[in-house]
């Protein structure tokens, strides 16, 4: 059984950092693109940013770029996001997906159950 599990989220003020992790099992997805996308209350799930599986290849959504970072682990079956300088606006449920597709960066099969992240002004 494939599971992706998620955790790190939690509550942060305004300009505060977080690290969210991702663990798989079940399957390695070292040479495949993973990824994290987050849905906030109301709005649809978004795109966050994607590495692809030897970490040459990364992607941000331009509303995060500059603040936040992917990264996996040496085992290439880890995924971290390293979020600075958090806004608000960052406030939603953080999912961990592979294999996220590599030409358009769209979600794949797999999905954690979600972290949440909320930040406060």
């Known amino acids: 059984q494939v599971q992706l599990v998620e955790s790190g989220g939690g509550l942060v003020q305004a300009g505060g950092s977080l690290r969210l992790s991702c663990a798989t099992s079940?399957?390695?997805?070292?040479?495949?693109?993973m990824g994290w996308f987050r849905q906030a209350p109301g709005k649809e799930r978004e795109f966050v940013a994607a590495?692809?599986?030897?970490?040459?290849?990364?992607w941000y959504a331009e509303s995060v770029k500059g603040r936040f970072t992917i990264s996996r682990g040496n085992a290439k079956n880890t995924v971290y996001l390293r979020m600075n300088s958090l806004k608000p606006e960052d406030t939603a449920v953080y999912y961990c997906?592979?294999?996220?597709?590599?030409?358009?960066?769209?979600?794949?099969?797999?999905w954690g159950q979600g972290t949440q992240v909320t930040v406060s002004a």
């Open positions: 997906n592979a294999p996220v597709i590599a030409t358009t960066l769209s979600p794949g099969r797999y």
């Open positions: 079940g399957r390695t997805f070292s040479n495949y693109h």
């Open positions: 590495i692809s599986g030897n970490g040459d290849g990364i």
